[in-house]
């Protein structure tokens, strides 16, 4: 059972270029996470994904950026327009349920440049 | 909003204990996590607690917890080298999302 498997995982990208990170969970996981961490910054949470929905979204800034969890497929974070400040190490997690005492796993991370 | 502070860098030498403290102010925090980070790669959960309990062991890692001053830290006993790593403290509370510390990193000097 592989784990949460993120991909590219490094990618540059000029400014006012797209960016999209994708995340395809562990086997069985239906719930998918999106941290960001910026350089000598904590993981920020950005939105909580189930199959086809979009649960909360609150960490993700309103323009630019999206995400989607499609029924088949890897979860994909895109941002449109990269600039600079969107630089950082954008990390998956997935785990099998809601519960809190569940445990999320994460990917290796993706290290988004913007040049 | 929820805010998780942690010192930045610990250094200890192989064979101590290292204790990494965290701190926290979300009152309604549920479950207290330590993560591990290791250069290049995502987070390893270590172990975490429920907040209605005040200290849990596991092997070489205890996790104390002192909800009254929102207080987290985590002993690493007999620490050895391939310890060194950073150290993120979460917390979570209703929604299960995580809310990290900015990690510390520990360094382990043989």
């Known amino acids: 059972n592989a784990g949460v498997m993120q991909n590219p995982r490094h990618l540059v990208r000029r400014r006012g270029q797209e960016a999209r990170l994708r995340c395809s969970p562990m086997?069985?996981?239906?719930?998918v996470y999106w941290y960001r961490q910026l350089p000598e910054e904590g993981l920020k949470f950005m939105v909580y994904?189930?199959?086809?929905?979009?649960?909360?979204e609150s960490g993700m800034p309103k323009e630019r950026f999206s995400a989607e969890f499609p029924k088949e497929g890897p979860s994909i974070l895109r941002i449109q327009q990269v600039v600079r400040g969107d630089s950082a190490a954008y990390f998956c997690?997935?785990?099998?349920?809601?519960?809190?005492?569940?445990?999320?796993?994460f990917g290796q991370g993706t290290r988004l440049t913007v040049v | 909003g929820e805010d998780v502070e942690q010192s930045l860098f610990l250094s200890v030498r192989e064979g101590d204990s290292s204790v990494i403290n965290c701190t926290y102010t979300?009152?309604?925090?549920?479950?207290l996590y330590w993560y591990k980070q290791e250069p290049g790669a995502g987070l390893q959960l270590l172990t975490y607690?429920?907040?209605?309990?005040d200290m849990k062991q596991d092997q070489r890692l205890t996790v104390l917890l002192n909800k009254k001053d929102k207080h987290l830290s985590l002993r690493i006993a007999d620490t050895q080298t391939g310890d060194s790593a950073i150290y993120f403290c979460?917390?979570?509370?209703?929604?299960?999302?995580?809310?990290f510390g900015t990690g510390t990193r520990l360094t382990v000097i043989p």
């Open positions: 997690a997935s785990s099998l349920s809601r519960d809190l005492n569940t445990e999320a796993f």
């Open positions: 086997k069985g996981h239906s719930h």
């Open positions: 994904l189930q199959k086809e929905n979009i649960i909360d």
């Open positions: 979300d009152s309604s925090s549920t479950y």
């Open positions: 607690i429920f907040s209605n309990m």
């Open positions: 979460a917390e979570t509370a209703e929604a299960n999302n995580l809310f």
